[in-house]
């Protein structure tokens, strides 16, 4: 199954992409895809209404916005350095356990959202990451456990400001949190749908230029790691979002580095579950 919401920022409704192209709202059904619905066994409810043809379920207009595919989560857990040569061209050591951080959850914004720049932005940069959303509460999971967690999977990008990440002293979170900073989308792809998270081919192309590409089988720790290793530090809540990590290419790794500017089209992609686009806009 393919999981949408739709309508204004903020106010988003809850909708399906069907196999023949067509997003039907599913309101009339179902509140929204959070916490609540994942917890309660949502996502077996809406398979039986989509296996019963969507009754009630009217087509969404074409041209309507369509949002983040899950409401905005409790948490968004990102994993550093989760690629080699991305350790490498941000001159890091490769680690040796997953290094986490938090990314503010109002950061969170729509699959074809403008990235707005903060006020002072000078550094902005991109990173594709596959995004895995928790169906399942997870405290203390096992690897062999871990996947029975998932709810699916979406694109994500991890946008970041260079200089308010590496500059400014203390975390990265100053870098990582500014307002559209976390676009998710266009759709939550059910795990079902995924036979192996780790053979999925990533990107992203900046005004058509491809920057990263790359495959998630070459993530240093794994979608199953990944999950169990956070699970042992905090409680993953249904609705929770995990960024895996990025691949080599990104702006601040090049030489001299090409940092995103108003006006750039930044198309971020995974294989099977479909692109984000942004434009960047100056700050408001
Ligand atoms: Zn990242």
Same mark, same amino acid.
């Given at each position: 199954?393919?999981?949408?919401?739709?309508?204004?920022?903020?106010?988003?409704?809850?909708?399906?992409?069907?196999?023949?192209?067509?997003?039907?709202?599913?309101?009339?059904?179902?509140?929204?895809?959070?916490?609540?619905?994942? !917890?309660?066994? =949502?996502?077996?409810?809406?398979?039986?209404?989509?296996?019963?043809?969507?009754?009630?379920?009217?087509?969404?207009?074409?041209?309507?916005?369509?949002?983040?595919?899950?409401?905005?989560?409790?948490?968004?857990?990102?994993?550093?350095?989760?690629?080699?040569?991305?350790?490498?061209?941000? $001159?890091?050591?490769?680690?040796?356990?997953?290094?986490?951080?938090?990314?503010?959850?109002?950061?969170?914004?729509?699959?074809?959202?403008?990235?707005?720049?903060?006020? $002072? !932005?000078?550094? /902005?940069?991109?990173?594709?990451?596959? !995004?895995?959303?928790?169906?399942?509460?997870?405290?203390?999971?096992?690897?062999?456990?871990?996947?029975?967690?998932? !709810? $699916?999977?979406?694109?994500?990008?991890?946008?970041?400001?260079?200089?308010?990440?590496?500059?400014?002293?203390?975390?990265?979170?100053? =870098?990582?949190?500014?307002?559209?900073?976390?676009?998710?989308?266009?759709? /939550?792809?059910?795990?079902?749908?995924?036979?192996?998270?780790?053979?999925?081919?990533?990107?992203?192309?900046?005004?058509?230029?491809?920057?990263?590409?790359?495959?998630?089988?070459?993530? /240093?720790?794994?979608?199953?790691?990944?999950?169990?290793?956070?699970?042992?530090?905090?409680?993953?809540?249904?609705?929770? +979002?995990?960024?895996?990590?990025?691949?080599?290419?990104?702006?601040?790794?090049?030489?001299?580095?090409?940092?995103?500017?108003?006006?750039?089209?930044?198309?971020? =992609?995974?294989?099977? /579950?479909?692109?984000?686009?942004?434009? +960047?806009?100056?700050?408001?």
């Amino acid at each position: 199954m393919k999981l949408i919401r739709f309508g204004e920022e903020g106010r988003e409704e809850p909708g399906v992409l069907l196999d023949d192209g067509r997003m039907i709202d599913a309101s009339s059904e179902f509140l929204d895809y959070d916490e609540a619905f994942f !917890a309660m066994g =949502g996502l077996d409810s809406i398979r039986e209404w989509i296996g019963d043809g969507c009754l009630g379920g009217l087509e969404i207009p074409k041209g309507t916005r369509i949002g983040p595919p899950v409401d905005r989560p409790s948490k968004i857990v990102c994993v550093g350095q989760n690629y080699m040569e991305h350790a490498r061209e941000m $001159g890091g050591e490769i680690p040796t356990e997953p290094v986490l951080f938090m990314k503010a959850s109002s950061a969170w914004s729509g699959p074809q959202d403008d990235v707005v720049m903060p006020r $002072g !932005a000078r550094q /902005l940069d991109y990173e594709v990451e596959l !995004a895995v959303v928790i169906g399942k509460a997870a405290s203390y999971v096992s690897e062999k456990d871990a996947l029975s967690h998932v !709810a $699916g999977y979406s694109v994500f990008c991890d946008f970041s400001e260079r200089a308010f990440q590496k500059e400014r002293g203390g975390q990265w979170t100053k =870098g990582k949190s500014a307002d559209t900073f976390a676009p998710m989308g266009p759709c /939550l792809v059910t795990a079902d749908e995924i036979d192996d998270p780790q053979e999925l081919r990533l990107w992203t192309k900046v005004n058509g230029e491809t920057r990263q590409s790359s495959w998630t089988k070459d993530m /240093l720790f794994t979608v199953p790691e990944i999950i169990s290793y956070i699970s042992r530090f905090m409680t993953l809540l249904p609705g929770d +979002v995990i960024a895996t990590g990025t691949p080599s290419g990104v702006a601040m790794g090049m030489n001299p580095p090409r940092f995103l500017e108003p006006g750039d089209l930044v198309e971020c =992609g995974v294989a099977h /579950l479909g692109e984000l686009t942004h434009r +960047v806009v100056a700050s408001r």
